[in-house]
Every structure is written in structure tokens, then in C-alpha cells.
């Protein structure tokens, strides 16, 4: 075997051991179905224009921060992209830039496009019947037909404009920036830590992501397109680079690895229970540090102490998690169509915001799932690459 196809094999050798963790998966499910839950109490309580009596928001609050997931979703994607550049061995993205691009197009367009198609039927169909049973009208799709919305999410564009960002399918604004973060792995994030280590890429991914919102407010106010999900990208990235089953690391595991994440998850209750103008920058980091930290921890545990799962590994590893989790990007792009007709249909049929609310969980979610496995099965699934 000659010197020069040796290390190529080597380096598909290790690519092909990049471990696969269910638990992420498991993760990435639940972030999915807590965005439907935050849709759904959402939209419930912005039709009805009044807050849910005190019993049921103590019960159901959590449901309407459920915005905060996108910060999860960001994380995990920095951090699965960059687990196979650490395997290689030679920091580098399987079949350059081409076959980087090929992949993430191939993952993410069929669907995106397909959920475009579908939105677009589904707004003008929605319409008729809106207008046949006397539903009442809503500001969702008003929009949703003017050529530039179209031409703008067609190109993956629209989350430059605040004021197409959302007019077709509002959660789609966040694949578009994720889309552009898959541009700054190769270009930015990447070549710095080659050249520079792990420190500096997280410096310059936080100072370019944050520079927008405190260098052009109040004069010019981006904070719709959060560019500071670049800081959350590199995060991911940053937890694969040290994450022990990537690089065959040890790292010590004890109760101070749970310091991070309780200060994060005390940072946001506090700033909710002030109820101080609320700075989604700041919520989103504090997400992400906890769900990059959580990420970390559940990997070291996992290494230092083989054979033993702890349980919220084990809980996130399980069957219905890890299947929530398998067709969670098609549950992000489908759920918004079905349940964005359940405050109308209950308004129409004078139910109370706590029946309303109660009729969403209970029929929104599961059609929504339903409809979102279904596009999945057609749409998502053949364009996915077996897992090894």
C-alpha cells in the first residue's frame, strides 16, 4: 500500500467511527415538540387577547417560552457538524467544501422546499374555508403571495427582511439562518481553530455575532435575524471539539460540571421572574450555554463511567424520544400549518382559553406530529443518509 492512499484510509477510518449518540437525538425531539407546545398556547392566547387564569399558566407556563428551543436546535447543529472534522484527524470537512454543501443541500432543501409548496396550498385552501365558516381573519399568510415573500424564501433569503421573515411559515425564518451558519463553519469557524485553537474561534464568533445588536441599535435594529446564533453555533461546535468520544480524551466527571448549567438555568428564571424588558440575545445565550454544557456532560458521563447511564441520559435515549427526534426537522416545518387553526375553530365555537388551550394539546399536537411523520415518510426520509 503506498504512503499516499494510507492516510486517506485512515482518515475515512475514523469519519467512519464518529460515534452516533441517540441522546441527541432524543434532545433534538424534544426541542421539536416544545415548539408546537409554544405555538400552540401562543397562538391560543394571541387570538383570545387575554392571559390564561393563574392555575393553568402555572401549569402550562414553560409552554409559552418554547421560542427558546431555536437556541437548542443551533447548538446541536454546530455541534453534530463538527464531530466528524474532529474524527478525521485532519480538521477537515469530508470532500471539501463541494461535498459539505452537497450534503447539507441534500438534507435540508427537499423538505424546506416541499414545506414551502405545502404552506403556500395550505394557506389558500385555509383561506376559503375561513371564509365559508365565518372563522374570522388572521394576520398569518396575509402576505403570503406577494412575489418578493416568494422569491425571498425560495433563495433561503427571507430572514434578512423583517418583514418577510415570517410571512409564509414564521418557523422557517430560523432554517434560512441556520443555512447561512452552515457557510461560516468552512469559512470562519473552521480555519480558526486550525490556525488559532478553540478560543479564539469562540472570541470571533461572539464578537461578529454580537456586534449588531450593541454597535447598530437603536439606529438600525437586526436583532429579528438573531446573528447571535453564530455565538450558539460555535458553541456546538466548541462542545464537539472537547467532548471525549470525538477525540478519545479523558476528562474527569463530577457534580462541578453541572456549575454551567445551573447558572444558566438561574440566570433565566431570574430574568423572567423580574419581568425585565425581555433581551432575546440574552435568553438565547443562556440556553445555549446550558444546552451545550448538558450536552458535554452527558458525553463525559457516559465515557468516564462506561456501562452506566445516567437518567436523564437514559430518558433522552429513549424510544419515544429518539423517534420524536428522527423526524424533528420535519415537525418544525409542518406543525405551524395545523395548529394555527385551532384558536379559530375554538374561538368560532366560543370555547374558553382554557378549553381552547386544553383542545390544542389534546387534538393540535397529535395531528400535528401525525401530519409532520407523514411528510416526513415522503419527504425528509428518502433524502437521509443511513446512519452508519
Known amino acids: 500500500m503506498s504512503a499516499a492512499i494510507a492516510p486517506e484510509l485512515d482518515i475515512k477510518d475514523r469519519v467512519s467511527r464518529t460515534p452516533h449518540l441517540a441522546f441527541l437525538d432524543g434532545l433534538r425531539g424534544l426541542s421539536a415538540l416544545w415548539v408546537v407546545f409554544f405555538h400552540v398556547a401562543g397562538l391560543i392566547k394571541m387570538r383570545y387577547g387575554a392571559p390564561y387564569p393563574a392555575v393553568v399558566s402555572a401549569l402550562t407556563g414553560w409552554m409559552l417560552y418554547g421560542d427558546r428551543a431555536v437556541s437548542v436546535f443551533i ?76 422569491a425571498l424564501h425560495v433563495l433561503m433569503l ?6 418577510w421573515i415570517g410571512a409564509i411559515n414564521p418557523p422557517m425564518w430560523s432554517v434560512a439562518v441556520e443555512w447561512h451558519l452552515y457557510f461560516l463553519l468552512p469559512l470562519l469557524l473552521l480555519p480558526l481553530w486550525r490556525r488559532a ?83 432575546a440575545w440574552l435568553e438565547d445565550m443562556v440556553v445555549g450555554v446550558a444546552a451545550t454544557t448538558l450536552i458535554l456532560w452527558l458525553q463525559r458521563r457516559n465515557t468516564a463511567l462506561p456501562g452506566r447511564t445516567s437518567r436523564l441520559r437514559g430518558w433522552l435515549e429513549s424510544r419515544p424520544a429518539v423517534a420524536l427526534g428522527r423526524f424533528s426537522y420535519s415537525i418544525y416545518l409542518i406543525h405551524f400549518l395545523i395548529v394555527w387553526t385551532i384558536p379559530p375553530v375554538a374561538h368560532g ?22 401530519a409532520a411523520y407523514v411528510f416526513y415518510l415522503v419527504l425528509e426520509r428518502p433524502f437521509t443518509k443511513a446512519r452508519q
Request: hydrophobic letters at 55%.
Open 197 to 279: 485553537g478553540i478560543l479564539w474561534m469562540l472570541l470571533a464568533a461572539t464578537i461578529l455575532g454580537l456586534l449588531p445588536h450593541f454597535l447598530l441599535a437603536p439606529s438600525v435594529n437586526l436583532d429579528w435575524a438573531h446573528p447571535w446564533l453564530l455565538v450558539l453555533f460555535a458553541f456546538g461546535a466548541a462542545g464537539a471539539i472537547l467532548a471525549p468520544d470525538v477525540n478519545n480524551a479523558e476528562a474527569p466527571v463530577g457534580r462541578a460540571a453541572l456549575a454551567p448549567i445551573a447558572v444558566a438555568a438561574i440566570t433565566l428564571f431570574v430574568l423572567i421572574r423580574a419581568k425585565i424588558p425581555k433581551e
Open 75 to 150: 447548538v446541536l447543529s454546530g455541534y453534530c457538524l463538527m464531530m466528524p472534522v474532529v474524527a478525521s484527524g485532519d480538521k477537515r470537512l469530508r470532500g471539501g467544501l463541494k461535498g459539505y454543501f452537497f450534503r447539507r443541500a441534500r438534507r435540508i432543501f427537499p423538505p424546506y422546499y416541499g414545506a414551502l409548496a405545502l404552506s403556500l396550498a395550505f394557506y389558500a385552501l385555509w383561506n376559503t374555508v375561513k371564509q365559508k365558516a365565518h372563522l374570522g381573519s388572521g394576520s398569518w399568510g396575509e402576505y403570503a403571495f406577494d412575489p418578493q415573500n416568494i
Open 349 to 370: 365555537l366560543h370555547l374558553s382559553i382554557t378549553a381552547a388551550l386544553f383542545l390544542g394539546i389534546l387534538c393540535g399536537v397529535p395531528a400535528a406530529l401525525g
Open 158 to 163: 427571507h430572514d434578512l427582511s423583517s418583514r
